[in-house]
């Protein structure tokens, strides 16, 4: 008996000395590089500062590393954190400091990290498995002249004492021996290794678009959808796929219909220098940030990557909530994906102070006095979304407002913001029209309509007002440029005089699905930011 279990405690231990092993060699970089073809390095000594800097631009280096906080993209002390399915990533100081940075590596060292994945230093003397969260399964591509002349070009600037701290990731990511099996799996090794040209595309120029796209430029890292394992999925590469966070949504770079099919070379390299779109949008976030490096890059790069983008392999992948494209004769009318009422930017009511100035963001119905709010008595006037009042009193829920606009001489029932500009604040009964106080007409030198300057006092409740005319605005822009600036280019809004707004945007509004707060909201937005209430933008809005 005592025989068997010592064979047996054999046997396991045995068992499991193997898988050590098993797993040694597995994770190892060592491992790597013997399945893998090795790297050449030209002399360190003919390193090209210049080029160093563009493929550092083409690289989008600063937008992971740069310092946050300030703007330099040459003060490289790292220490972003990068949210992720997978926990946070810090990132790393890539400074020429000797401590906490780079400036200790030799050239082999920075190379074998950039198209390797293994950095210096560890527990094993075999390297550091890096995260793939950096892309050097992008950067594997780069040649060994841009990689010597970026480690000269990184190593020429201001060192940064920063030590950034060790990434904080759940289990099993934490284990970063483990990301060898990764590399085994999902690191190619391919070097230079270049596609058919297109019939009819000039070769060189497809070349090198091929090389800034797939190799410095990286867009498949973040424009293509990921496995499980945080791969990028080969048969949907740059059809686009959610962000690390899981929150947001990079869009299909690809050329198909739900793609950028209908962007021309010269649209994408346009792009790539102005950050905006064919349509007038303006990259803004993570592509924001991208565009500030690949604005520094030369024309002729730009319609290279351009140019090659146009050729790869089309993904059909609408984005979340884009629905199918309809190829038949049948009019197909869309479901409306905004059923449930939008968050409209609200004060708590419990803030709404006496004294302070608030802005309506709801259309309010008010009272001439403070017994008839939320009673029987039914309303006599309306305030509009984008109204300015001030808070004369204030019992409990109820609140003493105080408006104070124009009116036209013939109009008694409408309150406007400003004399000659139909930025309207409320609607009044005929019992509210008669008590309010009207100043001296006043004629308006280009209409030649008489004008009077009004205030008038009335109840309302604590709902649906904000005492941040700023959030208001914020969000009211924000809407405009997630629907209306597709086709109307945001400075545009400037073109228009406040009057010329309320018509061009009611023609607009049956192809929409704003709710008539958020229409409000976004008309009183561009009315108070047009070329006549807000001149050469130095005149605040209302």
Same mark, same amino acid.
């Not at 690191?187 to 190799?215: F, H």
């Not at 590469?237 to 950028?260: A, H, L, Q």
């Not at 809004?493 to 976004?522: C, E, P």
């Given at each position: 008996?005592? $025989? ?77 954190? +990068? ?80 030590? =950034? ?55 498949? &890292? ?81 319609? /290279? ?13 609408? /984005? ?47 009272? $001439? ?19 300015? =009042?001030?808070? #004369? ?33 409320? =609607?009044?009964?005929? #019992? ?9 007409? &006043? ?10 300057? =009004? ?9 649906? +007002? ?19 600036? #597709? ?17 061009? +945007? ?19 937005? $561009? ?16």
């Amino acid at each position: 008996m005592a $025989l068997h279990r010592r064979t047996l405690y054999r046997l396991t231990g045995g068992a499991a000395l193997l898988g050590v092993l098993g797993f040694v060699v597995l994770t190892s970089p060592w491992t790597w590089s013997a399945t893998h073809p090795g790297r050449t390095l030209p002399d360190e000594g003919g390193a090209d500062l210049a080029n160093g800097r563009k493929v550092f631009v083409a690289s989008d280096c600063a937008t992971c590393h740069k310092t946050p906080g300030q703007e330099d993209d040459t003060v490289l002390g790292g220490g972003w954190a +990068l949210d992720t399915q997978f926990g946070v990533f810090h990132m790393p100081n890539i400074s020429p400091d000797p401590e906490t940075g780079i400036g200790g590596w030799t050239l082999a060292q920075f190379d074998r990290a950039l198209r390797e994945g293994v950095g210096p230093g560890g527990a094993w003397p075999d390297g550091r498995n890096l995260y793939p969260a950096f892309p050097y399964t992008s950067y594997q591509r780069l040649s060994g002249t841009d990689v010597r002349d970026l480690y000269a070009y990184l190593l020429s600037l201001k060192p940064v004492g920063n030590k =950034v701290p060790d990434h904080d990731l759940m289990f099993p990511y934490a284990m970063r021996r483990g990301v060898g099996v990764w590399r085994l799996a999902f690191l190619d090794g391919k070097r230079g290794e270049e596609s058919p040209v297109p019939a009819g595309v000039d070769a060189a120029q497809y070349r090198r678009g091929e090389y800034l796209v797939e190799g410095p430029g990286h867009c498949a &890292e973040c424009h293509s959808s990921r496995g499980l394992m945080g791969n990028v999925i080969a048969s949907q590469r740059y059809g686009g796929g959610k962000s690390p966070d899981g929150v947001d949504y990079f869009p299909n770079i690809s050329p198909d219909e739900t793609g950028i099919g209908f962007w021309s070379v010269n649209a994408i390299a346009n792009y790539l220098h102005t950050g905006v779109s064919p349509i007038g949008r303006t990259a803004a976030g993570d592509m924001a940030e991208v565009v500030k490096n690949t604005a520094q890059l030369p024309r002729e790069d730009l319609l /290279a990557m351009a140019v090659y983008l146009k050729h790869v392999p089309a993904v059909h992948k609408p /984005a979340p909530g884009m629905p199918e494209p309809n190829r038949t004769d049948t009019l197909v009318m869309l479901r409306n994906a905004v059923a449930a009422a939008p968050t409209l930017p609200t004060t708590p009511e419990q803030a709404i102070a006496q004294g302070g100035d608030v802005w309506v963001v709801a259309t309010k119905p008010v009272w $001439l006095e403070q017994a008839g709010v939320g009673g029987a008595v039914p309303e006599q006037g309306k305030l509009l979304g984008g109204a300015p =009042v001030h808070v #004369a009193a204030r019992n409990a829920d109820k609140l003493e407002l105080v408006l104070k606009g124009w009116q036209m001489a013939e109009a008694p029932s409408v309150v406007y913001q400003s004399k000659g500009h139909r930025v309207m604040l409320a =609607v009044l009964d005929q #019992a509210a029209g008669a008590a309010v106080k009207r100043g001296k007409p &006043e004629t308006d030198a280009d209409t030649g309509q008489s004008w009077v300057p =009004v205030e008038v006092t009335l109840w309302s409740d604590a709902v649906n +007002l904000n005492a941040d005319r700023k959030a208001l605005w914020d969000y009211s822009q924000a809407t405009y440029q997630k629907a209306c600036s #597709a086709c109307h280019v945001l400075p545009d809004k400037q073109h228009f005089t406040a009057n010329q707004w309320v018509g061009t +945007l009611k023609a607009m509004k049956r192809f929409t699905s704003f709710n008539d707060d958020q229409y409000r909201l976004i008309l009183t937005y $561009l009315q108070n930011h047009s070329k006549d209430l807000r001149p050469n933008g130095k005149e605040a809005a209302k």
